[in-house]
């Protein structure tokens, strides 16, 4: 039976497919002539205290802060437009709110940060669009930090990404910001992107722009290393891999401490790295240490995308690779992936998902 949902207003709009299914949430398409789409949150922990946030979400898109950061083309973020509930009995209404539809003018971010997904999703992508995304991701959080919203959940789930390196973000129902002096507070964080401080925490426990910083740096590194996660591998001691929270829990990163971790060859070295980003990295993971902002990424990250700190492979147009580097790391690790082929019949392509998780 086809879904209709209602506005405050008394407005309708008929939903034509389901489209997504998140954590919390269900996206469906709307028939509309603008490209819309419906999140409707079943089962919310607070059903009033939901309304009250989308409500106060809606409200917020004509402050200034919020218009700033919704300022430019193509959209940047999916701001809910207005809340709506399931049309029928007000006592099994589900709510929601409209928001725009980023397939429009997006891919699923995970299509640029897996090799297998990217060079069917987006062919012409090499590693200076992916410089260029996480410039733009670094830009929107710092972006996001300075008008006082945090996102708790950042994770690729809720973000998109287009060819050109832009990159958008969804689920703003779950950010944490203040409204008439009243917090109201963000999600608790995706395994495998959850800042140490957090892993364990109590739900409720409101996140800080720290943590949306620790987890930047992560989706910086999987962007910049072909879906690498910066705490992936088997740990060096010899114990049961168990997940990367346990990784980070226990520092285990090659960026800190080579031997921490067992990586198979085929993963991408550390030295594509340009030193600067790799100091930022360090200091974002280490325990105890200061964490580079949002913006502090954005700027580092901006002067790596520039063309001159860019080189173009001779054998390969797809290859770009960072001016301090003597030869292409892609030629290098084609090579690696080819000779493992060849030893290890049945081997699989290198993929982002094939890395230890
Ligand atoms: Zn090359």
Not at 68 to 83: Q, S
Not at 240 to 268: E, I, T
Request: one cysteine or more; charged letters at 25%; aromatic letters at 6%.
């Amino acid at each position: 039976m086809a879904l209709t949902v209602v506005s405050d207003t008394g407005r309708a709009w008929r939903l034509t497919e389901r489209i997504g299914n998140g954590s919390e949430g269900v996206v469906y398409a709307v028939d509309d002539p603008r490209p819309l789409v419906a999140k409707l949150v079943p089962d919310p922990p607070a059903p009033a205290g939901y309304r009250r946030r989308v409500a106060r979400l809606v409200r917020q898109r004509r402050e200034p802060r919020t218009v700033r950061l919704l300022a430019g083309t193509p959209v940047r973020i999916a701001w809910p437009l207005a809340a709506v509930r399931t049309d029928g009995p007000p006592d099994g209404a589900v709510d929601g709110y409209l928001m725009a539809d980023l397939r429009r003018d997006h891919h699923p971010f995970a299509h640029l940060l897996a090799p297998a997904a990217r060079r069917t999703a987006l062919p012409r992508a090499t590693w200076a669009t992916a410089l260029t995304a996480a410039h733009a991701l670094a830009r929107l959080v710092a972006d996001l930090h300075a008008e006082g919203y945090v996102v708790g959940d950042l994770k690729p789930d809720n973000l998109w990404a287009d060819g050109q390196g832009r990159v958008a973000i969804a689920d703003v129902d779950s950010w944490q910001f203040t409204d008439a002096g009243e917090l109201f507070p963000g999600r608790m964080g995706t395994p495998g992107y959850t800042a140490p401080e957090r892993i364990g925490a109590q739900p409720g426990t409101p996140p800080d722009r720290a943590a949306d910083d620790f987890v930047l740096a992560v989706l910086v590194h999987q962007l910049l290393t072909d879906g690498l996660h910066p705490f992936a591998g088997h740990p060096g001691d010899g114990g049961a891999y168990l997940s990367y929270d346990d990784n980070v829990l226990h520092g285990r990163c090659r960026l800190l401490d080579r031997a921490s971790v067992v990586l198979p060859r085929s993963a991408p070295p550390v030295d594509l790295l340009p030193r600067r980003l790799r100091d930022l990295f360090r200091t974002a993971f280490a325990a105890g240490a200061v964490r580079p902002s949002a913006s502090g990424w954005a700027e580092a990250l901006a002067a790596e995308a520039a063309p001159n700190r860019l080189r173009g492979c001779a054998a390969d147009a797809r290859h770009v690779y960072t001016v301090e580097r003597p030869w292409c790391p892609w030629c290098d690790l084609a090579e690696t992936v080819a000779q493992q082929r060849g030893c290890a019949p049945g081997a699989t392509e290198r993929d982002g998902n094939a890395w230890p998780r």
